[in-house]
Antibody, heavy 126, light 108 residues
Framework: QVQLQESGPRLVKPSGTLSLNCALS?????????WTWVRQPPGKGLEWIGE???????NYNPSLSSRVTISVDKSKNHFSLKVNSVTAADTAVYFC???????????????????WGQGTEVTVSS | EIVLTQSPGTLSLSPGERATLSCRAS???????LAWYQQKPGQAPRFLIF???SRATGIPDRFSGSGSGTDFTLTISRLEPEDFAVYYC?????????FGPGTKVEIK
């Protein structure tokens, strides 16, 4: 069973860079999954940030794409998120996830986030 | 970008009652690419439904999904105490893979 664990600084200064890693256990980063980042500001809903495939192909939310980079490190079996030029609006719980649910009945792979990390709270403050 | 709208914002029901949650898309979605998640306070979301109507492994059969085009529904046939939570729909057919704003199911 794939498990994911986020790690990184919990406090980031305004205008700085938020950097998080997501470590994968029980599976390979080279599997047929989209490795995903989602965030949730305090008291609000879920916001899809973006995703990466093991090939390096990425998709980003246009609202964040100018500031976000997602990368994968196959040697460490983890993937990462960087958000530049952060403000208080970037304060949130950040979740990493694996999108790739195989439906045995249809044989289709569904890119819904079927495995989630526990989330890590990041605060942007001086 | 596909915008998802969920209604109602809050649903106040008693255990044993039926819950009907709506998710509406700003444009037609291939129903193969609509998911539902459950989230409880302080926890990560839990994957419930994929392909609009198929339950993920281990999800009780009191949860069912339906719909097509722009209108989708999550139904909880008889609410158990552990079902009181926030529910999100997500379309994953097109990037960005957007979430709805959520429906909170609270105890009446």
């Amino acid at each position: 069973q794939v498990q994911l664990q986020e790690s990184g600084p919990r406090l980031v200064k305004p205008s700085g860079t938020l950097s998080l890693n997501c470590a994968l256990s029980g599976g390979s980063i080279s599997g047929s999954n989209w490795w995903t980042w989602v965030r949730q500001p305090p008291g609000k809903g879920l916001e899809w940030i973006g995703e990466i495939y093991h090939s390096g192909q990425t998709n980003y939310n246009p609202s964040l794409s100018s500031r976000v980079t997602i990368s994968v490190d196959k040697s460490k079996n983890h993937f990462s998120l960087k958000v530049n030029s952060v403000t208080a609006a970037d304060t949130a719980v950040y979740f990493c996830g694996s999108a790739g649910y195989y439906d045995v009945w249809s044989g289709l792979l569904h890119d819904a986030v079927n495995v989630w990390g526990q989330g890590t709270e990041v605060t942007v403050s001086s | 970008e596909i915008v998802l709208t969920q209604s109602p914002g809050t649903l106040s029901l008693s255990p044993g009652e039926r819950a009907t949650l709506s998710c509406r898309a700003s444009q037609s979605i291939d129903s193969r690419y609509l998911a539902w998640y459950q989230q409880k306070p302080g926890q990560a979301p839990r994957f419930l439904i994929f392909g609009a109507s198929s339950r993920a492994t281990g999800i009780p059969d009191r949860f069912s999904g339906s719909g097509s085009g722009t209108d989708f529904t999550l139904t909880i046939s008889r609410l158990e105490p552990e079902d009181f939570a926030v529910y999100y729909c997500q379309q994953y057919g097109k990037s960005p893979r957007t979430f709805g704003p959520g429906t909170k199911v609270e105890i009446k």
